[in-house]
Structures are given as C-alpha cells and as structure tokens.
Nanobody, 125 residues
Framework: VQLQVSGGGLVQAGGSLRLSCAAS????????MGWFRQAPGKEREFVAT????????YIADSVKGRFTISRDNPKNTVYLQMNSLKPEDTAVYYC???????????????????WGQGTQVTVSS
C-alpha cells in the first residue's frame, strides 16, 4: 500500500482542519491506520489510530475531545478531523499503515511499516 496525505495548512487557534490519507491497493481494510505528528526538535508522537473495520479507535490524551479519526474503506481513505486547534498542535502530520497486529490498531511508531509523506499543520495564536 502507498499513502498520500492532504489537507494541511495554516489556521488560527480555535479553528478546524481535516486531514485525508488516501491509500492505494485493494486490501485497505486489512490495515490498522494511524496518525502521528512531529514538531521541530521533537520526536514523532502518536495522535490517533483506527482498526481495519473502523469500529475501534484510540486517541492520544493531548488531543482527546478535539480530534477524531475515521475511515471510509470503499474510498481507501482515513481522516483526521481536528477541531479547536491550538498553537501546540503545530507539526508535520503523518499517516501510517500497519499489519503487524493483523488489522488491529496500534499506538506505537515502530509497528508501522508504511508512511505517507506528511503535511504541515500550522496553528497561529
């Protein structure tokens, strides 16, 4: 599978953005999907993850209540809806795919084998 990320940009604090991650291939539903972010000078950190069917999700505490992950398997796409954005959400956002745990989700960076190219999200104060 290959991943193409879109939807980043510049937004004011309190605003919203939706990131999309489109996957190639016919086996998209067999992958757990995750969103991660990396700010300058910091390690890549987990944001949200979803299992293959879309029935189970896990959201990082830092964004819980503001960010939502979802997927549309017929469209081979996973989304990250980001609301009430804060300046500390500024980072490059990546989507990733894993089959290490079957189609289950994962919060660990090292369980993901395929990564999208990343998209910049900048939140101004």
């Amino acid at each position: 599978v290959q991943l193409q990320v879109s939807g980043g940009g510049l937004v004011q604090a309190g605003g919203s953005l939706r990131l999309s991650c489109a996957a190639s291939g016919r086996t998209f539903s067999r992958y757990g999907m995750g969103w991660f972010r990396q700010a300058p000078g910091k390690e890549r950190e987990f944001v949200a993850t979803i299992n293959g069917s879309g029935g189970s999700t896990y959201i990082a505490d830092s964004v819980k209540g503001r960010f939502t992950i979802s997927r549309d398997n017929p469209k081979n796409t996973v989304y990250l809806q980001m609301n009430s954005l804060k300046p500390e959400d500024t980072a490059v956002y990546y989507c990733a795919a894993t089959q290490r745990l079957g189609s289950s989700y994962s919060t660990r960076v090292d369980t993901y084998d395929v990564w999208g190219q990343g998209t910049q999200v900048t939140v101004s104060s």
